[in-house]
Structures are given as C-alpha cells and as structure tokens.
C-alpha cells in the first residue's frame, strides 16, 4: 500500500477526473457512502450526528454523509462554516442541494453564531469533522480554530474525513488547534500524518477507503506501507537440512553486555536460521554458553572483557575455514580501537551483513567509511536508532526526527546500503530509492534489547529471502512480535526476550493473514 502526500494525492486525484474520466462527483460519493458505512458501523447504537463542515471538497464529503445517515433513519445536523453558500466548492454545493432536497436540516455558522455550533456540538452523540482536507496547510486560523477547540471540549465521538482538521498531511508534527479524532476515514492511500508520530495518535482508527482513485498515476511513488498478507515468508521443504537455511554468525559482546549478543542469536534461530554461532570475548563464553542451547558460541582474544587485538584475525579465520551465510556484528561489543578495527575488517568479508548499536558507532569512526560501505559487494543492512544515524552522518537527532524518510534515503543512495531507521515508526530505505514503513510495535519495545533482536531476526532472512524482502518481513516480524507480547506482558513489563518468545506465533499470523481474501471497499490500519 503507497504513502502519500498531499501535493502526490491532488495529482492522482485530477488526473483521475481529467484523464481516466471519473467525474469528482462520483469520487465524492464513493467516499461518503463507504465512510457512511464504517460510520454506521462504528456508531450503530447512537442516533444524533452532526457533521461540520468545511467550504471545500472535504466539507462535501462530509455532506454526502450526512445523506447516507440521513437515509438509514439517523438524527443529522449539517454545519456549514460559512457565512454565504457562494464560497462553497461546485461539488460541495451540489450535496448541500441534495441534502436539503431530502429535508436534511442545514445551518450555516461564521463567528456570530458559534453559540448555536457549542449547543449542536454538545448535544450530539458523534461529531463528524469534515472542515478541511489534505490540502490544508496549518496552524488554522479565525473562528474555525474557536470552531475545533469546541468539539475537542464538548464531542463526545469524533470522526474525522480524510484528516483531523489542523494536522499537515506530509508530516507527524502538530500544530494547535487540531481535531482530536476517534476515527479517520481516509480515501484512496493513506497520508503521511496517519502513521508518524505524534500526528498519528490524534487520527484514532484509521480506514483507508477505495473511491476508484486510478492507481497509474502514482505507479512511480516509491513510498509504501508493509502489509502482512503481502510479505513474503521463508519457506521450508521436506528434502532438507539445516545448512539450507543458512548459518548465521553474530559477533559482538563484551562483559557487562553479555545479553545483547545472546538476543541477537536466540532471535535469529527463532527467525528460522538452520545454525547460529555468537563469536564473542573469551571472558564472557561461560555466560553465553550457559543461555545459548541451540545456539553454539566461539571464544576469541578478549582484553578486559572486551574484543582484543587479535580478534580480528582470528574471526577472519573462523569466517574462512567456516560455512556462514550472513553475519550480524555490533550488538554490545563497545567502541574502543580494536573494535573499529574489527569492524573495518569484517567490512572486507564477502557476506550478507547487518550491522548494528556499536557497529554503526564503530564505522562512524573509520574515516571515509562511506566508500568501504559503496565498494562491498554484498548486501550491507544498517539497523540505527536516531542517536546511532546522527553519528554515522553529522545530522542532529532534532533534524533526524523530522526528516527520517529523506535522511535514510539519502545515506542508503549515497552509501549503497539498506537502512532500517528505528524510532517510534521504523523506516526502511533501499539504494534504489525505495522507502516502507512499519506501523507495527508499541511504546513498551522502548526497552533495552529490542533493537538486538531484530538485528537478529534480519541477519535470518537474509539468509532466506532476496534482501529487500527480508527486510520488510524482519521489521515486520519484529514489531508484531511485540505487538503479541504486550498483550500477555502489558507495555510497563514487557521486555526484550518475550518477543522472541512471541516470533513462532507471529509468524503464524502472518501466515493466516495471507490467507484472507479481502472483500470489502476498505481497510483498517489496525488490521493490515
């Protein structure tokens, strides 16, 4: 499912009505009849609605709402912020006349009258925001933000078309006033500030409704949303053994940090690697050997718990002499100069690799790493946080923060990398442009460990799907893990191993995901 803009929207929108032929009225119609639906839905229990509208498409959409609640026998007021029916849009005006053809019952409310709006408001059962659309650009200003801190104070349900009036549509910042929604009925693709934060959290559920928005128009946007049914699943057959899915080897650790390489390697067995082996300073073996079952382990040069200076030779001869398909390096191994050493080594190997936490702090040490980085000739897959993106490129986390997508796709083109940028949304970048987010994960993965697990997990797939496949499957994975876990757990108590635990379940949940046929004009975010 594609991501989109504002400016990318209105593009698909009028060439769908100039160049495919679908009359805006038509479009207009599919998006209130099924939001209607979903709405009736949501609230069949309660029967006085308003609907507030704006002068533009939007308020029209809400209007063709109105009819269908109308219709099915509901209580429906329409507020039309407007002082005169002469600023209303073509479209809009059209269902007002309709509307009221149908006896539905309009008031049209400027500034002098927003006590009558605060007593409809008031004694509404759900209110439906249909004031501005995606095209809006905020902060709100007037007597329409008067209007919005109205229903914030006195609605009881809020259900808002397209977008909580007052949010940008290209972005997760927020900008007073803005609706504070229940539910979002969005139409064709979802928008940016439906799923970053901290606009996201204001949208409630969200639908993503199909108006018959003509889909070739947007054919070269690279930007889409990870669906589970479809992911790609690693597969396993009859005639097999276990070097046919791959040897995953995980290097890292050091004392004090036992536990970040032993997650890194339970997560990538549970992931489905056939072998895993954690390559580690020698003074923490006994700990990882006694947490690591399945798992084998292999002591090297340690000084003060920590990777010594041999290390790095001697990991070059295990890699040699082994049958490793992908490596995983990083998690908890500190930053010290034998270490970046290391790392400038294990960059020379010729395997799939997945670096992460002290990896990416050690490459920001290595001068020119970006040209180490371009000449690999294996995928590379770099897993930072924010704070880890800023070191590898100079960028403040503020700048991170606001600018994720751009940032991880500029550093994956430049470096020819895989970045997997992790915050409160995941975003992945590929070197040909591409960017998926995940909108899996909840606020109690902000743990230590999290992030070694799906290090993990990802080093797995590598070994079992073309990378780009394996990266949105793992984040994926990765996050619905979680999801599952904090069910049992609860987002205060839930640490970094229960998703682990919760790999095997969420695997058949994608499986049964796949499964389903889709039979309705809509989605939910929720579900996907």
């Known amino acids: 499912m594609r991501v989109v803009k504002a400016s990318e929207m ?3 929108d009028e060439n769908t009505i100039k160049l495919t032929g679908i009359p805006s009225l038509v479009l207009m119609e599919n998006a209130g009849r099924t939001s209607a639906e979903i709405i009736l839905e949501k609230y069949k229990n309660q029967n006085k609605f308003c609907i507030v509208a704006g002068t533009g498409n939007n308020g029209g959409d809400g209007i063709v709402i109105a009819r269908y609640l109308k219709k099915y026998g509901k209580d429906v007021t329409v507020l039309i912020l407007s002082q005169t029916r002469k600023k209303l849009s073509q479209d809009n005006l059209k269902n007002l006349e309709i509307f009221e053809t149908m006896e539905g019952k309009v008031l049209l409310i400027d500034e002098e009258k927003i006590a009558k709006l605060r007593n409809e408001i008031k004694n509404a059962d759900v209110i439906i925001d249909a004031i501005f659309g995606t095209g809006f650009k905020p902060p709100v200003k007037g007597y329409r933000g008067k209007v919005i801190e109205i229903i914030n104070r006195y609605a009881k349900n809020v259900v ?3 977008i909580p009036s007052g949010l940008s549509t290209d972005t997760g910042e927020i900008f007073e006033p803005f609706i504070k929604a229940d539910l979002t009925t969005t139409f064709a693709y979802p ?3 439906h799923i970053l934060y901290p606009a996201s959290q204001y949208c409630g559920d969200v639908f993503v409704i199909d108006i018959s928005i003509d889909e070739n128009y947007l054919k070269e946007l690279k930007r889409f949303l990870i669906e589970g049914k479809e992911l790609q699943l690693p597969k396993r057959e009859k005639n097999s053994h276990k070097y046919t899915y791959g ?23 549970y992931a489905g690697s056939g072998l895993v082996t954690a390559v580690i300073p020698e003074s923490i073996n006994t700990v990882v050997e006694t ?4 798992e084998m382990s292999i002591p090297v040069d340690d000084y003060n718990g920590l990777f010594g200076r041999k290390a790095s030779k001697e990991i070059k001869e295990i890699i040699k002499n082994g049958k490793f398909s992908s490596i995983v390096v990083g998690m908890g191994m500190s930053i010290n100069n034998n270490t970046t050493s290391l790392i400038e080594q294990i960059l020379k190997i010729k395997l799939p690799m997945v670096m992460d936490a002290d990896g990416l702090n050690n490459l920001a040490k290595i001068p020119d790493f970006e040209k180490i980085l371009i000449k690999r000739k294996q995928p590379t897959v ?3 946080h924010i704070g ?5 490129t100079g960028i403040s986390t503020s700048e991170i923060n606001k600018n994720m997508e751009e940032v991880a796709k500029q550093f994956s083109q430049k470096t020819k990398t895989y970045v997997v940028l992790k915050s409160s949304r995941t975003v992945i970048a590929t070197p040909d442009g591409k960017i998926f987010y995940s909108i899996k994960g909840n606020e109690g993965m902000a743990t230590a460990g999290t992030g070694d697990v799906l290090a993990g997990i990802l080093g797995s797939l590598l070994n079992r799907l073309p990378v780009e496949e394996g990266l949105k499957t793992g984040v994926y994975l990765h996050g619905l893990s979680g999801d599952l876990a904090v069910k049992e757990k609860g987002v205060e108590s839930l640490q970094a191993t229960d998703l682990i635990e919760f790999i095997p379940e969420a695997y058949e949940e994608i499986s049964s995901m796949k499964q389903k046929v889709d039979t309705k004009f809509y989605k939910c975010l929720c579900q996907i």
């Open 10 to 12: 209105a593009f698909a």
């Open 160 to 162: 808002s078309v397209d």
């Open 388 to 392: 880890e993106m800023s070191r590898l």
């Open 291 to 294: 947490n690591l079952i399945e």
């Open 191 to 193: 928008k940016l500030a």
């Open 382 to 384: 770099l897993t930072p």
């Open 247 to 269: 040897h995953t080897l995980v290097i890292g650790g050091s004392k004090g940090k036992s536990g970040a390489v032993i997650m890194a390697s339970k997560s990538a067995a």
